[in-house]
């Protein structure tokens, strides 16, 4: 089944991609690899995840949050690649910023929600490399910022 | 126009490449891509800029030295194309690593500080993917780090 | 020297590679590169080093967890080359995530832990670029994560 399929079987369509909030594009090919700026949780133009976990933002919501960054990546891809994703290839990498408060360990737990959602929707090309990290701060006061590499024909 | 003659028409010129300051080496190219070693905000040896933004380092001063890490990447760029700055095709990624205090969410206009530099000396070439986060603390109390990922021919 | 003789040399064996703590896979091979998710120090199944830098784990032991993490990598690694480790040409990138104090700059000393050993175990193939910064937090409260990229034949 098409990742477009799956996504409309799951009830979900892609979004505009998203405006980068800064000077720089929202993704570059290089090669087979197209790279994909980090993404922040945002839905119709707004942030659906801010703030720190777990004093500010359960790890529920900033697994959903992951989720959302998920969807604005695939829909920056489908610009990307002229809006033809059955050129994607595999995922190949993600990196995962968790706001994360200084005695919180959990941000494998939160990437899951991003990577399940990436396995969901696309099989075997949605397994990929991940780091995943704490940080103290992040644009916007999001909760949450996932940068993807994806291999693509 | 050639990104040296752009410099020159700014008044800037190359830094000699900075040494790293430990135990790897500045760039290692694979295939196409030439990837930069994290950049400190270094000028003659010595850190413009030190500490967390903004309570001890403006938002300008940040960009500055952000800036700053952009032309020693060119420098190291530069001695790994073997002093052929034109064999630069695109610049594809950069990671903008900023000092924040806990409560401050303006990496995206930090990591412009390097961002509209490389659109100002490379044009489009320079349009580039890129991930900004904060983070609590940095090599040497710097107020920015920032690595790179070129495409050179 | 084969890899494997200078591990051998040291007293050193490669471990299990280690499983990941989460819905993701250790290593891609997009191209020539392996790309490896980032490492804990992990021995046995249990970390070796937990908490931030300097207040709750010293630089020695830091570096030796950074260790750790080349040791697991490099598992991973021939598992992904189906053991046959004379494939890996050389090391290209390694990013270096170390739980620090908000005080603490030492970043590159505690990463110079992994950097150093590569060098040590694979000469100038272990020659590598590298991003070290500092985080407030790591998954189960690691003291160290470093995630690689290789290039193998």
Chains 1, 2, 3 share one sequence.
Do not use: W
């Not at 993600?94 to 200084?102: C, E, K, L, P």
């Not at 969901?120 to 995943?132: K, P, T, Y």
């Not at 999001?142 to 940068?147: K, L, N, P, T, Y």
């Amino acid at each position: 089944m098409s990742l477009e399929s799956k996504l409309e079987q799951l009830g979900l369509t892609l979004p505009e991609a998203p405006k980068p909030v800064a000077a720089y594009i929202p993704a570059v090919t290089s090669g087979k690899q197209v790279i994909v700026s980090g993404q922040l949780p945002m839905q119709n133009g707004e942030l659906i995840s801010t703030g720190k976990i777990p004093s500010q933002v359960s790890i529920e919501d900033a697994q959903a949050a992951a989720r959302q960054c998920v969807l604005n990546a695939l829909a920056v891809l489908k610009a990307e690649l002229q809006g033809d994703l059955s050129r994607l290839v595999r995922v190949v990498r993600i990196g995962a910023f968790v706001q994360s408060d200084d005695d919180f360990y959990g941000q494998p737990q939160v990437a899951n929600g991003a990577s399940e959602f990436l396995l969901e929707l696309l099989g075997d090309a949605g397994r990929h490399a991940r780091a995943a990290v704490g940080v103290n701060a992040l644009p916007l006061n999001a909760s949450v910022e996932v940068e993807f590499t994806f291999e693509a024909d």
